[in-house]
């Protein structure tokens, strides 16, 4: 089971209280199902994912590696096992807060 960082755990309960406050229940499942779709992903092929996401190829960095889900980048350790330390809408300034 792959787990979430400490910064990664209060992205997600931040989309969520956020997600609640709008009444929007359907985006925090939405949110969860590809956390879930991308653990599958990372489980079955870490090296899979991508050094960056596309749009930031600047995020670069080694250890790090980025895989899409649904409307979110998730960024997971390449260590063994990998861990999910973010959690991004794919619309944010992901280089303001990464």
């Known amino acids: 089971m792959i787990r979430l960082s400490g910064d990664a755990e209060r992205q997600v309960a931040d ?11 359907e985006a925090g499942r939405n949110l969860i199902a590809a956390i879930d779709r991308a653990v599958v992903r990372i489980e ?9 996401p596309r749009p930031y190829p600047d995020l670069a960095r080694p250890g790090r590696a980025w895989t899409k889900a649904g409307r979110y980048w998730i960024a997971y350790s390449t260590t063994q096992p990998p861990v999910i330390v ?5 619309a944010a300034d992901i280089p303001g807060r990464a």
């Open 44 to 52: 079955r092929d870490p090296g899979a994912g991508s050094p960056a």
């Open 15 to 25: 989309f969520l209280r956020h997600y609640a406050r709008l009444g929007r229940p």
């Open 86 to 90: 973010g959690v991004f809408y794919e």
